[in-house]
Nanobody
């Protein structure tokens, strides 16, 4: 069973930074696009960012462009989400997920992401 594990969440003040990590224990994420999603209380889950394997393509939703940076280290089987200039509206549970259908992230098709981690809480508050 393919499963991912997130870490790096926590409580941070507005304007602060966090770096989330997504690790694939026991298997290789080679050939899979990896995405980050978030779900705030009372809201639907939304795709935040993704990164491709085959072409290093990336995608960001408008609300995080210029503040979040996604990257991957294939040797460490880890994908990172660097989050800077955090805002209270970034508060959510953040999930990483893998796409077994597509290795590129030139388009971000949320429903194609079919293996997930349990999530990590990010709280932005003063």
């Amino acid at each position: 069973q393919l499963q991912l594990v997130e870490s790096g969440g926590g409580l941070v003040q507005p304007g602060g930074s966090l770096r989330l990590s997504c690790v694939a224990p026991g298997f290789s994420t080679d050939y899979y696009a990896i995405g980050w999603f978030r779900q705030a209380p009372g809201k639907e889950r939304e795709g935040v960012s993704c990164i491709g394997y085959s072409d290093d393509s990336t995608y960001y939703i408008d609300s995080v462009k210029g503040r979040f940076t996604i990257s991957r280290d294939n040797a460490k089987k880890t994908v990172y989400l660097q989050m800077d200039s955090l805002k209270p509206e970034d508060t959510a549970v953040y999930f990483c997920a893998g796409n077994t259908i597509r290795s590129s992230c030139q388009v971000f098709v949320s429903y194609e992401y079919d293996f997930w981690g349990p999530g990590t809480q990010v709280t932005v508050s003063s």
